[in-house]
């Protein structure tokens, strides 16, 4: 059963607002099959993925790690934020699933700013949370993954800008 925007979590912040959740999976700790989750419970919701920005270049494209393919990352990164906050500024729930550690989460917080729509950011990690914004996921199956993440947003304990 979906969760809606009235009564259950939102990343909006309340009143069927949208919002923005940058879902970032370093180390492989299942991010795809946790964002496929969240974006099922949460209603009306969107799940972007920031490598199918890159993917939708057709000439000149770098492998993302090689010198030289910092501008074509920065301006697919800008497309996948600007993406993002076009959805949730039309009241939708945005999951966006990222391989890696963006960047820079200037991107993002700037779109925040701009639009009015909540950021969270949650790394996954398979290790002992660090940071605040990590979750540690070494014992935990993409289900409990997801309502541990959900649970967070709740809180807003991953809130990282308006």
Do not use: K
Not at 90 to 117: H, K, N
């Amino acid at each position: 059963m979906n969760r809606t925007t009235v009564g259950g979590p939102e990343l909006g912040g309340g009143r069927g607002a949208g919002g923005v959740l940058v879902l970032v999976d370093p180390a492989g700790a299942g991010s795809s099959r946790v964002a496929e989750l969240l974006a099922q419970e949460l209603h009306p919701s969107v799940h972007l993925r920031t490598d199918d920005f890159l993917q939708v270049i057709r000439n000149g494209r770098l492998s993302p790690e090689l010198p030289g393919a910092d501008r074509q990352d920065a301006t697919a990164l800008a497309a996948a934020a600007q993406a993002a906050f076009a959805y949730a500024t039309g009241g939708y729930q945005v999951v966006v699933e990222c391989a890696g550690a963006p960047a820079t989460l200037d991107t993002f917080r700037r779109e925040s700013r701009t639009t009015g729509a909540a950021l969270h950011y949650v790394v996954l990690t398979a290790a002992a949370p660090t940071t605040p914004h990590e979750l540690g996921t070494g014992a935990l199956t993409p289900d409990t993954t997801a309502e541990s993440v959900l649970t967070a947003l709740s809180t807003r304990s991953h809130l990282l800008g308006w």
